[in-house]
């Protein structure tokens, strides 16, 4: 899980969308929390094993992402308390943060009228208060029941005399009328800037297969009640536990906006923004590339120096664990983003794996495309229309500045690999970056069939990274006649090794040897370069 994205409500809150990635992304959030936490995962199993309560384990830590967004003082009511699972957790969790929580519980506490008990006459409310006693909550901070039905004159008001309050969790009746009717009076009680929180409520959403959504009749009330009321804005989704907000008056004191109104404004105004796509009259070029487990900021220059300077371009990145601004922006900026886990396996290290993912693209693309750049992003920038110098043959490679055997591990990888024979053949030759390849589509397509047969043959480990091996043996032993090995970085230049005086900054671009390639590719290991890239302005899309 990517660092501080999904570690608090309020950053759920920024990311959140009805889509199924998100939905297992904030669910296994949750579940991460509740099972790095010995009282959170302490207290769900003594629930369990004593049947205090129901609910996913997760929802134990969206309940603390609840608690951590409290004030210092809150109230708290609970629809539908059975034995005190929930309201023996808040009360806990406050406790634990120093926070005073004013916590208020419904129930007929019968057992009778419960819908996972069918014991009438048991005095549920004293297993309230032997949890509460478990949990070690002080007597002055335990909860206040209220006995009765959510529907009793006489319990509406008693509530309405304690509230607002900050969270209202609705968990009674399954019926779709009487829940239509507690969310309409409940809701009413939500304090300004509040979460109103139910279970069972997430039918119609696109969760996760694994994923149980809930109660259609939950959902119907939902949609009838509150998705027209425009005081509550939803939150996010754990499994079928929602989240709303009440809006406040103030838009000051209005809660964050939601996912699909977050503001990235983009360096071209409104009516130039740019995205990626090809057009009408020409077969578009295709980028084709590989990301996982990258905040946007570290590929942000990637893909903004893409749109400044590229035409007709269609790009499309393999994915695997990128946090959620990276996807919304992909959807605003007309990126294809295929799921890279399928093609992930733990007898084969994803370097290798990423040219399996192209040429199942390629092979379910034919004759879209009419070039092809296949590029690594953390470390590529672009100041220029990579397609648009003339390609002296059908695949271009990149040579970096330095022989195999000047590096002593990429000769003893090819000996490993091919053999002292063709490691010595090609010993003298520059090192081939199998970082980036540029080429036309069939041409591509020849090169990605012929190493990905290298990388899957049986005569090596395959979670060794030997891709740039398999690389060097076909572009210098082999010398397919589809292939030129570039010399001089007229379209790329791969500057790891590149001696520091052949390199410069000049009108805004980076320079070797007085030009400047359209594509530079490991930029970041000069120290002045990175400085340049962090502060221009062509390489952010966000303000």
């Known amino acids: 899980m990517l660092p501080n994205e999904f570690s608090t409500l309020a950053s759920i809150d920024q990311v959140y969308r009805d889509k199924a990635r998100v939905h297992r992304k904030t669910y296994d959030a949750a579940l991460g929390i509740m099972q790095r936490s010995r009282a959170l ?18 929802f134990h830590g969206a309940w603390s992402l609840l608690i951590d967004a409290m004030p210092e003082t809150f109230r708290f009511l609970e629809i539908g308390v059975y034995k005190g699972n929930i309201v023996s957790l808040v009360g806990m969790l406050a406790y634990a943060r120093g926070k005073n929580a004013f916590v208020v519980g419904v129930s007929p506490f019968d057992g009778g009228a419960d819908r996972y008990n069918g014991f009438e006459n048991e005095d549920c409310s004293a297993a309230v208060d032997a949890l509460e006693e478990w949990c070690q909550i002080p007597l002055a901070r335990r909860a206040r029941l209220i006995h009765g039905r959510s529907q009793d004159h006489d319990v509406r008001e008693a509530c309405r005399a304690s509230g607002p309050y900050d969270i209202v969790f609705l968990d009674g009746s399954d019926d779709s009328r009487r829940f239509a009717s507690d969310l309409a009076c409940y809701g009413q009680l939500v304090a300004e800037g509040g979460y109103l929180v139910t279970y069972r409520a997430s039918a119609g959403l696109d969760l996760p297969p694994h994923l149980w959504s809930g109660s259609a009749d939950i959902a119907r009330a939902i949609a009838t009640v509150l998705d027209p009321d425009p005081r509550f804005r939803h939150v996010a989704a754990f499994g079928h536990m929602r989240v709303w907000t009440k809006r406040a008056d103030d838009p000051g004191l209005a809660a964050t906006l939601s996912a699909a109104e977050i503001p990235v404004p ?10 990626f796509g090809g057009t009408p009259d020409r077969l578009p070029d295709l980028v084709i590339a590989f990301v996982a487990n ?72 034919p004759g879209r495309w009419r070039n092809v750049l296949v590029s690594d992003v953390r470390d590529v920038v672009f100041q220029a229309d990579p397609f648009a110098i003339p390609l002296p043959a059908p695949v271009v490679f990149a040579a970096e500045d330095l022989p195999n055997n000047a590096v002593i591990s990429a000769y003893d990888w090819i000996v490993e690999r091919y053999g002292h024979e063709i490691a010595d053949a090609i010993a003298t030759d520059p090192i081939i970056c199998a970082g980036t390849t540029i080429g036309s589509a069939d041409g591509m397509m020849n090169y990605i069939d012929a190493i990905w047969s290298e990388i899957a043959s049986d005569s090596y480990d395959h979670r060794r990274t030997f891709d740039q091996i398999s690389h060097n043996y076909i572009a210098s032993y082999l010398k397919p006649d589809w292939g030129h090995i570039d010399l001089t970085d007229a379209i790329i230049a791969t500057i790891g090794v590149t001696k520091p005086d052949r390199i410069a900054i000049a009108d805004g671009r980076i320079t070797v040897d007085g030009k400047a390639p359209p594509v530079v590719h ?16 062509e390489m952010h899309l966000r303000s």
């Open 266 to 275: 983009l360096r071209f105004a409104p009516a130039e923004t740019r995205r």
């Open 294 to 365: 990258y905040h946007f900021t570290e590929i942000e220059h990637f893909i903004a120096s893409l749109l400044n300077h590229g035409q007709n371009i269609h790009l499309t990145l393999f994915a695997d664990n990128m946090d959620e601004i990276f996807h919304i922006l992909a959807e605003r900026l007309n990126i294809e983003v295929v799921d890279a886990r399928p093609f992930m396996s733990p007898d084969c290290h994803i370097v290798n794996s990423r040219f399996r993912m192209y040429q199942d693209y390629l092979r379910a693309t």
């Open 522 to 537: 490991q930029w970041d290991r000069k120290p002045n370069l990175v400085a340049f890239i962090r502060q221009s302005p």
């Open 41 to 58: 995962l302490a207290h769900r199993e003594y629930v369990a094993k004593k049947l205090l309560g129901f609910g996913d384990y997760a």
